[in-house]
């Protein structure tokens, strides 16, 4: 019954391959987000979504696409990986996105691994 | 843009003892502070929040204080235990469809028996 589950926990990979990532949450609510924590363990958001529509991208490479099929579900996928993405991902979610400034939930992460 | 300054980077106290870490922030129209804590290989888990409209609260061991005025709000956790290690966020927001909650760089509060 995890609220935000975030799929795999590890993902290793050689450099120049494309991988996903996927997040799901079962709060209903309507507004997800991606994050990037580095090694340091800053944390800075890459996108978020409301209902289904982009609506912020922080200045991250075109290398990562999100796509939201539903609401539910928040997937990050990634072309010709390089060295510099290896970090941690975090998925998140909130009700009414950030316009009342609701409570943000996170999911436990997926380390990237660039080999 | 929104810049958040969090200190000390590293906290080490006793059992205990309180513990209180503090953050600023630049914009004034920020007017959302959530803590966040984080424990080793998890994601951030919210500990407490408060709103420009308040000035301080409390959750048990922990306490929230915000001077808007002084653009600072501070973490407050007293008779600390051993399971109050983690890194510790604090975040501000201005709110609003393009409102990001802009991180600190996290306190790693270690907590001695």
């Known amino acids: 019954d995890t609220a935000v589950s975030q799929t795999p926990k590890y993902l290793v990979t050689q450099m120049g391959n494309d991988k996903s990532i996927k997040c799901e949450q079962n709060l209903g609510h309507d507004t997800m987000y991606w994050y990037k924590q580095d090694s340091k363990k800053f944390l800075k958001i890459m996108f978020s979504y409301n209902n289904k529509e982009l609506i912020i991208n922080e200045t991250v490479p075109n290398r990562f696409s999100p796509k939201s099929p539903d609401k539910a579900h928040l997937n990050l996928h990634i072309n010709s990986l390089e060295l510099g993405d290896s970090a941690v991902y975090f998925c998140a979610s909130s009700q009414a996105g950030t316009a009342n400034n609701q409570p943000q939930h996170f999911g436990d992460g997926t380390r990237l691994s660039i080999l | 843009g929104e810049n958040v300054e969090q200190h000390p980077s590293t906290l080490s106290v006793q059992e205990g003892d309180s513990a209180v870490i503090k953050c600023t922030y630049s914009?004034?129209?920020?007017?959302?502070f959530p803590w966040y804590k984080q424990e080793l290989g998890k994601g951030p888990q919210l500990i407490i929040d408060?709103?420009?409209?308040?000035g301080e609260k409390k959750d048990q061991r922990i306490a929230v204080t915000l001077n808007k005025t002084a653009k600072h709000f501070s973490l407050h956790i007293t008779e600390t235990q051993p399971e109050d290690s983690a890194v510790y966020f604090c975040?501000?927001?201005?709110?609003?469809?393009?409102?990001?909650?802009?991180f600190g760089k996290g306190t790693k509060l270690s907590v001695k028996p």
């Open positions: 975040a501000a927001s201005t709110g609003g469809s393009q409102g990001n909650l802009i």
């Open positions: 914009d004034s129209a920020s007017n959302y």
């Open positions: 408060i709103r420009s409209n308040v």
